[in-house]
């Protein structure tokens, strides 16, 4: 009689186990951000670049699409590589703008020291108010 307790009692304990694992959530909800106005999206394409851009940033995105053409092989010596596809630059109209993006929420958390994504080839820049 007592070796059958013993392993009823371990049976139930692995059981309870699994099942305590099963609860553990591994999904994080709640990583979106407050959009308080909807962005119309336009581009300009250049050789290298896609810049979007909306109401109000016209100006610097074609600011922006000279300097970077003109720029281009230095920033390729820099990194160390040419991308194969144009880069994707989303140029925000203020920072307020730019707090509003829902791009990248979902990946892992950055680090104190920083991370670089060289896969997804693309870069948010808000404008300040000076160039």
């Given at each position: ?92 109209n203020s920072?307020?703008d730019l ?31 000076t160039m």
């Amino acid at each position: 009689m007592y070796p059958k307790t013993i392993f009823l009692t371990f049976v139930l304990l692995v059981l309870g186990w699994q099942q305590s694992l099963a609860q553990v959530s591994r999904d994080h909800f709640g990583k979106n951000r407050i959009q308080y106005k909807n962005f119309d999206w336009r581009f300009y394409s250049s050789d290298n670049f896609d810049i979007y851009f909306y109401e109000g940033g016209q100006e610097n995105a074609l600011v922006a699409a000279k300097y970077l053409e003109k720029e281009f092989e230095r920033i390729t010596d820099i990194i160390g590589y040419a991308p194969y596809a144009k880069t994707k630059i989303f140029l925000y109209n203020s920072v307020k703008d730019l707090q509003q993006s829902n791009v990248g929420v979902s990946e892992h958390l950055v680090t104190v020291s920083g991370q670089t994504n060289f896969v997804k080839s693309q870069v948010e820049i808000a404008y300040p108010g000076t160039m």
